[in-house]
């Protein structure tokens, strides 16, 4: 089955700066790429996704990078705010009525002020 | 719009003790999963219900039963809860795998 690995597990920045975060999966045969934000006590929320035809996705301050090649796909937040502090996932899925979802162990991101 | 509504939101069980989670959508979603988030671990599937009818098992099924009820309400059944079950458990709803997935506000299990 798909595995999906993600890094950095912790990640602090300062307010302004820009956070990477970067997951790698192995079913080659995934096309969709989802990335979900939990703030403390809640459920995750989908921020943004990329499918496999795109290779790039911006909305706002967030995006999403693409490398199918390489099986690898990244999130970038700019000039990142105290609100942006939360767990964020990756995950991965195949398309089809009978697809699962597989996420990532998580980043707590902290920006400090 | 309440989304997905999981209950109970807080549980302590004893060792052999069972229990079922509970979880509605209402929106009319085909697919409904179970998670389990443990530090460090990230969320892991338990099982998932592709349509009305169907259920599978995902990376972590040992231990629990699932029962998709109609397309509205997916339970989660602990039969005899062990203290590795401790964790939060989430539900969730999608149109199909590949959109959107919503989540309930989790459940925190904890077996003594």
């Known amino acids: 089955g798909e595995n999906v690995e993600q890094h950095p597990s912790t990640l602090s920045v300062q307010e302004g700066d820009s956070a990477v975060i970067k997951c790698t999966y192995s079913d080659s045969a995934s096309n969709y790429f989802p990335w979900y934000k939990q703030e403390l006590g809640k459920g995750p929320q989908l921020i943004i996704d990329?499918?496999?035809?795109?290779g790039e996705k911006k909305d706002q301050r967030i995006a999403v990078t693409l490398n199918k090649t390489a099986k690898h796909f990244s999130l970038h937040i700019t000039e990142t705010q105290p609100e942006d502090s939360a767990v964020y996932f990756c995950a991965a899925s195949t398309t089809g009525t009978a697809s699962k979802l597989t996420f990532g162990t998580g980043t707590r991101l902290q920006v400090t002020l | 719009n309440a989304g997905v509504t999981q209950t109970p939101k807080f549980q302590v069980l004893k060792t052999g003790q069972s229990m079922t989670l509970q979880c509605a959508q209402d929106m009319n979603h085909n697919s409904m999963y179970w998670y389990r988030q443990d530090p460090g671990m990230g969320l892991r599937l338990i099982y998932y219900s592709a349509s009305e009818g169907t259920t599978d098992k995902g990376e972590v099924p040992n231990g629990y039963n699932v029962s998709r009820l109609n397309k509205r309400e997916f339970s989660l059944r602990l039969e005899s809860a062990a203290p590795s079950q401790t964790s939060v458990y989430f539900c969730a709803s999608s149109g199909r795998a590949d959109t959107e997935a919503f989540f309930g506000q989790g459940t925190r299990l904890t077996v003594v």
């Open positions: 990329i499918r496999s035809n795109v």
